[in-house]
């Protein structure tokens, strides 16, 4: 059976950063929660198991990371942005779409969350996806 693509979940890494506009929020670091698909191409040597030919996630991971604990953001777009284009910078990468959920931002919501996506066989450029509160 001929495979062709892959598809990577992370799911609910849970991280603290700085995000938002408000001086409160620019003193503490607030929880995210950030979940991430990413597609990409595969061809046989990954399924004989070569480690060299596969999308190493806990590398785009650790770069997440260090990218969302390190920095400070304004806005939730800007973090989803930058999540993603690291996600998406590997050049085996067709898809990949990035959801960051800001749990407490508003008195009566679980959370507001964020979603873009990447898609390269189109105009390599990132797509708003959803905003729900």
Known sequence: MPLNNAVINI?????????????EEKEKKQD??????????????VLE???DNALDYKQVTKQVIEHV???RFLLLEKLVA?????????SVVSYARVTIDKPHALRFADS?????EYV??????????????
Do not use: P, Q, W
């Open 82 to 90: 930058d999540v993603l284009n690291i996600c998406s910078k590997n």
């Open 49 to 51: 198991d070569s480690v």
């Open 112 to 116: 507001v969350s964020l979603a873009l």
């Open 11 to 23: 799911h609910n890494l849970r991280l603290r950063t700085y995000i938002g506009f408000n001086a």
């Open 32 to 45: 995210v929660i950030i979940n991430i698909e990413i597609n990409y191409a595969i061809n046989n040597a």
């Open 69 to 71: 604990e390190n920095g």
């Open 120 to 133: 390269s066989n189109k105009t390599n450029t990132l797509k708003l996806v959803e905003n729900m509160s």
